[in-house]
């Protein structure tokens, strides 16, 4: 593992870098006793009983601040969690999408007959197979939506990255700008309060488990989430540095 300098972060990231060493290891140590045991395993199976026992998800929104991370350098350390249109770059573990015109796209690629895809339920798609349905729906954002899913499936970590609530100055914020089913680049920014009420309601009523918010420099980061004992922030550049990813 690359050396870090302990004076070059704050107390609270210094131990959020500990524990995520830990479970590096443990990961390790958990990969070479699958190998021993089982001969020829089924690879999403091991992998899927690996992840468990790691204990850390990865929740992905679109907003521009996870641009520099190679999402795919995530699928080997965590379960993954994508919104939207990440699908037609990425295949996550779970896609959360509950936008009508996103769900007939993804519907009419046949994304869901092959990968996990969970929504709201909604007449405009009542026929479609193979989706789950988030049975009684909070009627929440997609992004909200995926950190509440992960959040059931009883993580001991989650990092949430692309969640940056405020527009690229007073312009829409998302990887996905200029293409189809999204607004224009140059179109003013969404409203974010209710992504941020949601998101909240997740983190406080899942205490138990460590919330980890990846940030740019930049990034609003509203007092809302700071006063949450399980909150807590990390720069892109040290999640990339702490999870030596390329």
């Known amino acids: 593992m690359a050396k870090l300098d302990k004076r070059n972060y704050t107390k609270e990231q ?19 006793a699958a190998k021993r045991l089982v001969q020829e395993p089924p690879q999403y199976i091991e992998k899927a009983q690996i992840r468990q026992r790691h204990g850390t998800a990865f929740v992905l929104g679109n907003g521009t601040s996870r641009s520099p991370i ?3 350098d995530l ?4 379960n993954t969690y994508g919104c ?3 699908y037609r ?24 007959r092959k990968q996990t895809v969970w929504t709201n339920p909604n007449k405009a798609y009542q026929r479609i197979p193979d989706l789950n349905l988030f049975n009684p729906s909070k009627g929440w954002s997609s992004g909200p939506s995926a950190l509440w899913l992960a959040s059931q499936h009883g993580y001991d970590r989650i990092y949430i990255l692309g969640f940056d609530y405020r527009g690229l100055g007073t312009q829409f914020n998302n990887v996905f700008a200029d293409t189809p089913n999204y607004k224009k680049s140059q179109d003013g920014a969404t409203f974010f309060g209710n992504w941020l009420r949601q998101t909240v309601s997740v983190v406080r009523e899942h205490k138990n488990i460590q919330y ?27 999640f990339v540095k702490l999870h030596q990813l390329s």
């Open 75 to 78: 699928a080997p350390i965590g």
């Open 70 to 72: 190679n999402v795919e």
């Open 84 to 86: 939207n249109a990440l």
């Open 212 to 238: 980890v918010r990846v940030i740019a420099s930049d990034n609003y980061c509203p007092e809302e989430l700071n006063k949450l004992s399980n909150y807590t922030t990390i720069t892109v550049e040290d």
């Open 89 to 112: 770059s990425f295949a996550p573990d779970y896609l959360i999408a509950v936008d009508v015109k996103m769900i007939l796209e993804i519907s009419k690629a046949g994304y869901q």
């Open 14 to 32: 210094w131990q959020l870098i500990k524990i995520e060493r830990k479970a590096q290891k443990q990961i390790r140590r958990s990969e070479k």
